[in-house]
């Protein structure tokens, strides 16, 4: 297997490792990291890190919203236990996300398929499955997407994306990812808006209304 090559920022590590992440992003991170061991150990050097300031704090300059963050942080589990394990290409915290189910694509055409995990106001987060050589659909965003790779490739203007690399894109950059010859691609995709899609229908209803 190529090795992982493209992988966290250490801001997402660290947000990661206190409980920041909204779940979709979570999700993505908890997924890279079962398959990264240098971004896991990134991901425990920081929650040691975090416990020794902690130690270190009494009397001394903490700011008071980071030792908030710290008791409340203290106070739940900061990375949810995985109860289910691994299941072929996909991660204990895809397969929580499936509640241990395999995935119930959607078709979305051109033989691309779909299974939409989680959407609330702070973030989505789907599986694609992309046929060898086709481009992976528009599917408006606004802000960043964080994509996992678990199955196959794509490649776009930022190089060649393998099982276990994350690609972060921002809405003004303009990728167009295609999935290489070989095996179908097969993404884990977080995005911190609403589906366009889900605006899409109102505006569709919209004239109705208006009679
Ligand atoms: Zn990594």
Redesign the pocket.
Same mark, same amino acid.
């Given at each position: 297997m190529t090795p %992982?090559s493209h992988?966290?920022t250490d801001d997402i590590l660290a947000d990661y490792a206190d409980g920041r992440l909204a779940q979709a992003f979570a999700v993505v991170v908890a997924a890279? %990291?079962s398959i990264?061991d240098?971004?896991r150990a990134r991901v425990e050097a920081a929650d040691t890190l975090g416990g020794v300031l902690l130690q270190d704090s009494d009397g001394v300059a903490m700011s008071a919203d980071r030792r908030d963050r710290m008791m409340a942080a203290l106070d739940q589990p900061v990375h949810d236990p995985i109860a289910i394990g691994p299941s072929g290409i996909f991660p204990g915290a895809v397969m929580q996300a499936l509640n241990g189910n395999p995935p119930r694509w959607r078709m979305l055409g051109g033989g691309i398929r779909q299974q939409i995990l989680i959407d609330d106001n702070k973030g989505s987060l789907r599986l694609l499955y992309i046929p060898p050589g086709r481009a992976v659909p528009e599917h408006g965003h606004q802000g960043i997407e964080m994509t996992l790779v678990l199955q196959g490739s794509f490649s776009d203007s930022a190089g060649r994306f393998g099982r276990g690399d994350?690609e972060l894109a921002h809405d003004d950059v303009n990728h167009q990812p295609i999935a290489d010859p070989g095996e179908a691609c097969i993404c884990l995709a977080a995005t911190d808006a609403p589906l366009r899609f889900n605006a899409l229908i109102p505006r569709l209803l919209q004239p109705l209304f208006r009679i």
């Open positions: %992982i992988h966290m890279h %990291i990264c240098e971004c994350v």
